[in-house]
């Protein structure tokens, strides 16, 4: 597996796991439980940001 393959893969990963947090908040029966996974949203959002960023450069660079 080359390099921009893997950070495609690992891209897809991070927005299927804010999926599924997403839906777990709306589920949450309390607001602590929510409350945890609206933060797991915002932590997979910068590692998806972080991951456009190096594909971007990974492009840039020719790989």
């Not at 609206?38 to 940001?49: D, F, I, P």
């Amino acid at each position: 597996m080359d390099l921009l393959t893997a950070l495609e893969e690992a891209l897809q990963e991070e927005i299927e796991a804010q999926k599924k947090y997403r839906e777990a908040a709306a589920q949450a029966a309390d607001p602590e439980t929510r409350l945890l996974f609206e933060q797991l949203v915002r932590e997979e959002e910068q590692h998806e940001k972080r991951i456009r960023e190096r594909i971007k450069a990974v492009k840039l660079l020719g790989y």
